[in-house]
């Protein structure tokens, strides 16, 4: 069992700069490919980054492409997000997802391969 617990959402102005964090407790950690998604309101769930499990690769949503930066310490169990150069657009909710079979670039279309989700952050950006 692994349980996700997400960090570091808040208010910020356009153009202001975020980094959450997703904190994973239990076993093998690195043995699952980690993503970030968002569900802003009255929108379907879209995937926004995820990341290999060594962390040596990492795929992006096209509107989060250099912006955005996904990396994990398996160390330290945790993947981040740092989110720069915000814009309204992204005020959403942010969930962190694990995958025990995905693989990283087939993230944007986990569906049955997520087995756990965090509870969500809010991220909100003002204009």
């Known amino acids: 069992q692994v349980q996700l617990v997400e960090s570091g959402g808040g208010l910020v102005q356009a153009g202001g700069s975020l980094r959450l964090s997703c904190a994973a407790s239990?076993?093998?950690?690195?043995?699952?490919?980690m993503g970030w998604f968002r569900q802003a309101p009255g929108k379907e769930r879209e995937f926004v980054a995820a990341i290999s499990r060594s962390g040596g690769s990492s795929s992006y949503a096209d509107s989060v492409k250099d912006r955005f930066t996904i990396s994990r310490d398996n160390t330290k169990n945790t993947v981040s997000l740092q989110m720069n150069s915000l814009k309204h657009e992204d005020t959403a909710v942010y969930y962190c997802?694990?995958?025990?079979?995905?693989?990283?670039?087939?993230?944007?279309?986990?569906?049955?391969?997520?087995?756990?989700w965090g509870q969500g952050t809010q991220v909100t950006v003002s204009s």
């Open positions: 997802a694990a995958s025990q079979h995905g693989t990283y670039y087939h993230a944007p279309h986990w569906t049955s391969e997520i087995n756990y």
């Open positions: 239990g076993r093998s950690f690195s043995s699952y490919a």
